[in-house]
């Protein structure tokens, strides 16, 4: 990632910017709400969050070396909406279709257990519920320093 940031750096005209999006490393919740009322809350199974972790020492690590000033750094939560988890995963199932791997075998049967409960807990719910998934990001922009 570092090599990544220092060709940025090398293309990037003086008075550009970078910024930088990538996910925070937590695991992202999912939550079913209805009627106001929140039915359940828990971790999303994911494989893991080194690739954020390292995205996060490569940016401190370019402004270590002078290469570039982190101007702004925020936090914001992205929301993802769906009637339910089935269609959820089919969802992100294709916004996901370019990540490199897949997820082991632990993580796809935690996931399409956690998908069962929460398919019976909107199934019960009815209509009105729908299922929450949020994720934490992290934005930062950054200006060459030439």
């Known amino acids: ?5 220092e060709e940025i750096h090398r ?10 999006i990538h996910p925070l490393p937590e695991a992202p919740i999912v939550e079913v709400h209805d009627k106001g009322r929140r039915l359940l809350s828990e971790a999303y ?3 893991g969050s080194e690739p954020y972790r390292q995205a996060d020492q490569a940016i401190d690590f370019i402004a270590q070396r002078g290469l570039f000033v982190v101007e702004r750094r925020g936090v914001f939560d992205f929301f993802t909406h769906a009637p339910s988890a089935s269609d959820l995963e089919a969802y992100l199932a294709v916004a996901n279709a370019f990540d490199p791997g897949s997820p082991d075998k632990e993580v796809q049967a935690r996931r399409a257990d956690l998908v069962t409960r929460i398919d019976k807990i909107v199934a019960a719910a009815g209509p009105s519920s729908e299922v929450v998934l949020l994720e934490r990001g992290q934005i930062a922009r950054l200006h060459p320093i030439v």
């Not at 990632?1 to 940031?5: D, R, S, Y």
């Not at 293309?11 to 930088?20: A, E, I, M, S």
């Open 1 to 5: 990632m570092v090599h990544a940031l």
């Open 45 to 47: 199974p994911t494989q």
């Open 11 to 20: 293309l990037l005209k003086p008075q550009g910017n970078l910024v930088d």
